[in-house]
């Protein structure tokens, strides 16, 4: 069993307007009291993992950028200590372009990061100062050229598009301009206006004009396109990765998520899948800090920790389900009817009989493959994958 470690690193210089992730602003005093809590966590979760049996670690956030280069060091090297990790581990880290420079990316590449994910976003100047960033579009071309520099041969460019103000010849030119910087993955997003941010208040206002649902799918039917002829592979919903005989450029670490397998979560409001269970941690960090460093030693059976705040064990039928939507999220595979049943010792067609026939009659799934048989998303599906999904929840 192949295991995968997330940690959530909730720090970021200011605050994104759209954004409803857990970060902070202004405790970055923090960074290495949370990296100590880091290091107890992963102390405590690794008594059960097997040797050499992670093979990918994914810093995310906030901003991971924002942490020295020393503080990795010493996490890493309490992982590495404890012979978990398999050799080509994928090690990725995300970054917001601004917060980089070229001695910085060495160091980390020299460290054992192999995957790096720039929080680019645009490459429009008008967007990037709309959505509140802080970076500019000439920081995003250093940083993808400093990463080069250091060594990086796995970039991925995160872009949002489906902006308010944004039309579909402001995004093509936006796309354009990152796949000339020939990153070998990347993301695309669709913009959510959360609850709770101040874009969702200038949008309750009349401040910020509603999204067009008709020009979105124009533009992520144009974004399938482009990239299938720039080279690139659709294998996610939202992710392209380059495509290259020799090399495979999918997200690891993200596949492991959609393929139902299992992942710690460690870090104020990390998630996790673990032993069939969801776990969640405790979101502030203050809270977060005094758990981990704290004298309570009774916090319940793993995969209970000091830092978890809700554990549940995920019962046969819901996890059959989110086997089937999070594996049609993969749209060139789709779901293995095999590794199905050798899961679950049944047939996905005996489950699910009813919703894959009512959607292959719609045309919004297909069946592909010879000797191993799949279920996936039409192309018709695909533009409608949230409504397909439904069917499975
Ligand atoms: S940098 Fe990223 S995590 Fe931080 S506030 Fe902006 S969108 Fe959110």
Do not use: Y
């Given at each position: 069993m192949n295991y995968s470690l997330y940690f959530h690193i909730p720090f970021c210089k200011k605050r994104c307007p759209y954004c409803d992730f857990n970060t902070n602003t202004g405790k970055e005093s923090l960074i290495p009291e949370y990296i100590d809590g880091l290091i107890e966590e992963f102390r405590i979760v690794s008594k059960h993992i097997s040797k050499s049996s992670i093979h990918s670690i994914y810093f995310g956030g906030g901003t991971p950028s924002l942490v020295p280069v020393s503080e990795f060091e010493r996490l890493l090297k309490a992982i590495e200590k404890q012979s978990l990790i398999?050799?080509?581990?994928?090690?990725?880290l995300e970054a917001n372009p601004e917060s980089v420079n070229l001695s910085y990316l060495r160091d980390l590449h020299a460290l054992g990061f192999n995957r790096i994910s720039f929080g680019a976003q645009s490459t429009n100047a008008t967007?990037?100062?709309?959505?509140?960033?802080?970076?500019?579009?000439?920081?995003?071309?250093?940083?993808?050229?400093?990463?080069?520099?250091?060594?990086?041969?796995?970039?991925?460019?995160?872009?949002?598009?489906?902006?308010?103000?944004?039309?579909?010849?402001?995004?093509?030119?936006?796309?354009?301009?990152?796949?000339?910087?020939?990153?070998?993955?990347l993301s695309v997003y669709s913009l959510i206006i959360e609850q709770g941010t101040p874009f969702y208040e200038w949008h309750q206002r009349g401040l910020i004009a509603p999204q067009d649902e008709d020009l979105g799918a124009d533009m992520f039917e144009f974004?399938?396109?482009y990239l299938e002829q720039a080279g690139y592979e659709h294998y996610e919903i939202s992710n392209w990765a380059k495509k290259d005989p020799n090399k495979p450029y999918r997200c690891v670490h993200n596949l492991q998520y959609w393929m139902s397998q299992p992942y710690f979560g460690l870090g104020a409001g990390a998630h996790g899948f673990v032993d069939g269970s969801r776990t969640e941690n405790v979101g502030p960090i203050d809270s977060y800090l005094q758990l981990i460093t704290g004298v309570c030693k009774y916090y319940g059976n793993f995969p209970f920790t000091p830092v978890a705040v809700n554990v549940h064990k995920v019962d046969r039928m819901t996890r059959m389900k989110d086997?089937?939507?999070?594996?049609l999220r993969l749209v060139k595979d789709g779901v293995s009817l095999s590794r199905f049943e050798k899961e679950f010792g049944l047939?996905?067609?005996?489950?699910?009989?009813?919703?894959i026939d009512a959607l292959v009659h719609l045309e919004l799934l297909e069946w592909h493959g010879g000797k191993e048989i799949n279920l996936k998303l039409t192309r018709r599906g695909v533009m409608v994958a949230n409504q397909v999904f439904m069917r499975f929840i």
């Open positions: 398999q050799e080509k581990c994928e090690i990725s967007d990037l100062a709309r959505l509140g960033r802080t970076h500019t579009v000439e920081e995003t071309l250093s940083a993808v050229e400093f990463a080069r520099r250091a060594g990086f041969t796995n970039i991925n460019l995160d872009l949002i598009n489906n902006l308010p103000w944004q039309d579909l010849e402001s995004w093509k030119a936006s796309l354009g301009r990152a796949v000339a910087l020939a990153p070998e993955h974004t399938m396109d086997f089937m939507w999070l594996a047939s996905a067609l005996q489950v699910f009989q009813e919703p």
